[in-house]
């Protein structure tokens, strides 16, 4: 019951406590996570630095591979 949804950049989007933790963005899933986790995540090549637009990183957030996306193993 946090979790609101609502649009951002045009595409849905879930927010906790007023901020963005996981997006669609045309074809990218975005999560928020945290640095350890978001390391490990680009490391592990499971996903890439989220940009919404060319020059715009948000930085907290890595956006998933599609093989990721369709895994629900690896998604978790």
Known sequence: PKV??????????????????AGLHEDNFAVRLEAKQREEALA???????APMKGR???EYVALAPEVVSDKERLK
Do not use: D, E, I, Q
Not at 4 to 21: D, T
């Open 4 to 21: 609101k949804l609502r649009k951002m950049f045009g595409y849905p989007c879930a927010f906790l406590n007023g901020n963005m933790v």
């Open 44 to 50: 592990k090549g499971v996903g890439s630095t989220f």
């Open 57 to 59: 990183v948000m930085r």
